[in-house]
């Protein structure tokens, strides 16, 4: 296996050397190389946009910290160009199983279908993620990544934001008309800002251990409420690539931290969930955690995102995919508007969009949450009650709750056009693109995200073919399916996925979601829904 | 569809008996164990959020007024 690089030289760069009365200017800083200013840096870097970003460390954390990264985060970095390498790299599952005491409840199947590139999720350690996204950073000359670089000040200009920036060798300044915080759940930059952080504070302590052991667990991921070997409380096991298993244990309260995360302490429990004593730790850490968002995303030109700008309970994966998704959101907006195709305005859409991903995330998180560790007596009893009915009820298997996993939501968004037309399915103005088996023209195998990544990740009408292609608007390139030289729609699934008929056309966003959606589309109608997605409205 | 507070049984005696003899020989402990069952499976049931929650503000309002009536005596 080859050795992946986690240690990073600091190298002073010529903006230190700079007088005070000639403070570079850069167009974006990204600050915080965590997955999701990484994946953010390179989205940016690939629209043409040069991208300096700052990192106060000089290494890639430790432990495995997220691990669970869903199909939507994959079909994201595929289109970085490094979705491959996690897919070879990570787990891939889609099966969960819940257990209530020996017994198995029930098992649901994240992505029942054939016919997606991407799996519903790949289970990777952090750090390789990062590693992989470090990687591409490297062959992009657009990025000027500096270790070891600490915003210790911000001040906000009229068109920019100053920036006071500690090195080894010393402080120096930098203006940047956009400063992108992705630094995390302890953001200096949100301090900086003076933005209230405030939320739910669970009380329940959280045990994670990842465990180094060979084993023949299949690769799902497990959850039982009141184990054998855990009586009262919960757990969860997961597998992750190297022969490392992830154990979540649920504690008490008022259990000692300092005590808990003792090995010989955390050994016994895990011991009695195996069945043995074979396996080594590579990493323990106790957690309670929070769920909170900031009121606003977007500080005069301070944009937050990821763990900066909101926090999630563990349960349901919705952290770091919450935080790509961001991203994603996020990078061809600024874009457009560092090059002045769309107004300022709309960056606005990224808060709007992105605080009501946030808050359904808190929802689904805090109620998970809610069901692992009851607030009373009473929460207490109806849990239980579930728990009994799902035994032999399927509503009562529905309404068990041990973390439910993230999807990508569905934007309700001044960037959409309101369907016109009738549609019995399909994806809906706001949705992520659906993916789908399609066969290019010379019969090659390939995939719907292909074709969106192949015709240059901007707005593009996706057609099923009609006779003529409708006239386009310059800036919008197609897909088109069926007809001369379309893709071929073999297993009819794309129709399917998408309610299509002939002259059905679909006009997706530069991150992949569907702005609007037409039977038969005009260019007058075209120009519209363009004109309001890219915030002209 | 809203709450229906219409009496739907032809013999209410005969629900609210039923209800009543599920109870009977169990601790408190026990009864509440059972209504919070009862709960969740009629609500599945009934399967309308919206009819849920009206029967719920029914049921709460039940509680208010019993709280104020208390306040009063006082």
Known sequence: MAQTKTQFGYRRHPDQDRAAAEIAEHAVVVVGAGPVGLSLAIDLAQRGQAVVLLDDADRIGEGSRAICFSKRSLEFWDRLGIGQRMVDKGVVWSVGKIFHGEQQLYQFNLLPEEGHKRPAFINLQQFYAEAYLVDRVGELPAIDLRWRNKVTGLEPRNDSVLLTIQTPDGPYRLNAQYVIACDGARSSLRQMVGAEFSGQVFEDQFLIADVKMTAAFPTERWFWFDPPFHAGRSALLHKQPDDIWRIDLQLNRFADPALEKLPENVRPRIARMLGHDKFDFEWISLYKFQCRRMNRFIHGRVIFAGDAAHQVSPFGARGANSGLEDAENLAWKLDRVLRGTSPEALLESYHTERSAAADENIRESTRSTDFMAPNSHQEARLRKAVLSLAKETEFGKRMVNGGRLSTPSVYATPLSTADGDSWRGGAQPGASMPDAPVAGPGGEPMFLTEAFIGAGTRFTLLEFGNGAAPELPEEVAAIRIGGKDGLVDSAGLAASRYDAEPGTAYLLRPDGYVAARFRHPTREGLDAALARAAGHN | ?74
């Open chain 2, 1 to 74: 569809m809203a709450l229906s507070t219409a009496s739907n049984f032809a013999k209410p005696d005969d629900a609210f008996r039923a209800i009543v003899e599920a109870h009977r020989g169990l601790s408190d402990e026990q009864s509440a164990d059972l209504d919070a069952a009862l709960v969740l499976v009629l609500a599945n049931h009934i399967g309308d959020i919206a009819v849920l929650h009206e029967a719920i503000a029914l049921a709460k309002r039940r509680m208010l007024d019993a709280s104020q009536q208390q306040q009063q005596q006082q």
